[in-house]
């Protein structure tokens, strides 16, 4: 089954993946032949499903592309733990969830089996986290690992923990995962999805963007309500634009929203980033009828139409069939002209700020770089989470029928922002970034003061 797995894996990545085609596939190949050596060679140690998992998982990490990955469809594998969980805090790695008498929650873990918390980190990494193990969010992910045991024959676990200076002897026990997995997950930014306006503090305003993908016609038209009032908040003291756990979606929702906010003329004078951007897509079948299935859900929310963006689109179609009908492998997006004349006046007044944490991922990352093009916006909370340039996941299922593969089918050449660079806050919150309550009160107390 793995190796059947591992086969259909490699394939399909040759067929599917923007940079198995575009652009030096000879390159990218030949690391990705070192890659399936690897994944091979760690077939013999799988015995059950959890070896089978930690192969395939630790064969699409090496991607380093968090557009692309596998995700198993199984009975979720039992898990242990020692009735801790650790996180990653501003640099240290402490206790959270500790059910264990004479281990508080925050206790600071610096070591285990003699080795450094980082040891520990790094290798959990380099095994299953898909992004640079260096930045936050890939340390807040593999910290919520490294007590979370499913039997990896990858990686060991350990049997004892420096906690607040003492040795701690691990006692490992079945896990209650359904109620651990929530917490893991909100610890990594996944909140709960939604969109609303309300006032807050001393005229200001609180906007959550929980998402830039509706996935129901309800949330299509909460979103067309924020667009609606966002005219009426411009002469506030100060807005708030919560993007936490907002995992990204089509650009043209948010640019609906800053249009309704900032009015045309002036989004689209500073709302420039993403115009650098010319798409290249794998024309493979999975990505054509992606594509098709993306337009039909756009015109069933009404979703706005990003006019800047998508003035090469009826050109873009035309060669996009042409390349499509002559078996080219990949096609590239025209040239998006950008022009500049004399800056309008902002209708707005408030100080704007961003509200971001390790949550705020793909096109909610490009909301960002858009907005930090604006004068005066300043981005507040955590690190963004973090992206490669592709984009478009196609997804694939694996013969076994326990795992479907996800290949990014796009880049985008010209972007401004690097791969796999964090949006940085300029005020950052030390404190628990999922407490509403006190994240607001920082909010309304400490930052916008002075607004």
């Known amino acids: 089954m793995t190796r059947r797995d591992i086969h259909a894996f490699t394939s ?9 085609a575009y652009p030096d596939p000879a390159v990218w190949l030949a690391q990705f032949d070192l890659a399936v050596a690897k994944a091979e060679a760690e077939i013999p140690l799988v015995r059950d ?15 380093r592309d968090a557009h692309t990955g596998v995700q198993f469809q199984m009975a979720p594998i039992d898990a242990k733990w020692p009735g801790f969980l650790v996180r990653f805090d501003n640099g240290r790695y402490r206790v959270t969830s500790s059910r264990l008498a004479g281990v508080r929650d925050d206790a600071e873990l610096t070591a285990c089996d003699g080795k450094p918390v980082s040891w520990w980190i790094d290798t959990i990494g380099q095994y299953e986290i898909s992004t640079p193990i260096a930045l936050e969010n ?34 490992w026990k079945p896990a209650p995962l359904d109620e651990l997995q929530p917490i893991m997950l909100s610890w990594q ?43 009426s908040l411009r002469n506030k003291r100060y807005i708030v634009l919560d993007v936490r756990g907002n995992s990204g979606g089509p650009y043209d929702w948010f640019m609906g929203y800053l249009r309704g906010l900032y009015g045309q003329a002036y989004a689209d004078y500073y709302a420039t980033a993403r115009l650098h951007i010319r798409g290249v897509y794998r024309l493979s079948p999975a990505y054509v009828a992606l594509d098709g299935e993306a337009e039909q859900t756009a015109d069933a929310f009404k979703t706005p139409v990003d ?5 090469n689109r009826a050109k873009d179609d035309r060669e996009q069939e042409r390349a ?6 990949w096609f590239k997006a025209a040239s998006i002209p950008i022009v500049r004349g004399k800056a309008p006046t902002s209708p707005v007044r408030a100080q704007v700020y961003v509200l971001t944490d390790y949550g705020c991922a793909s096109a909610c990352i490009a909301f960002v770089d858009e907005m930090k093009e604006f004068p ?14 592709s984009g478009s ?27 796999n660079v964090p949006q940085i806050p300029s005020l950052r919150f030390t404190g628990d970034i999922r407490d509403d309550q006190a994240v607001e009160r920082w909010v309304t107390r400490s930052v916008a003061v002075g607004s």
Request: charged share 20%; with cysteine; proline share 6%.
């Open 393 to 419: 996941s196609v997804a694939i299922p694996l013969p076994s029928g326990n795992a479907t593969a996800h290949f990014a089918a796009m880049t985008r050449d010209g972007r401004q922002r690097d791969d």
């Open 376 to 389: 005066g916006v300043r981005q507040i909370g955590l690190p963004t989470f973090v992206d490669r340039r």
């Open 49 to 63: 499903a959890a070896g089978y998992q930690a192969v395939l998982r630790h064969l699409a990490t090496t991607f």
């Open 307 to 311: 006019t800047t963006f998508d003035v």
């Open 12 to 20: 399909a990545t040759r067929q599917n993946y923007i940079y198995a």
């Open 324 to 329: 499509k009908a002559a078996g080219a492998p």
């Open 138 to 171: 890939s340390r807040m992910t593999a910290a919520l690992r490294l007590l979370m045991d499913q039997d990896s024959p990858l990686r060991p676990r350990p049997s004892q923990c420096v906690i607040d200076g003492r040795t701690v002897v691990l006692d």
């Open 189 to 231: 930014g996944k909140r709960k999805r939604g969109v609303t306006t309300r006032l807050v503090g001393a005229d200001g305003a609180w906007v959550t963007l929980g998402y830039f993908a509706p996935e129901t016609a309800r949330q299509a038209s909460d979103f067309h309500a924020a667009i609606a009032a966002a005219p």
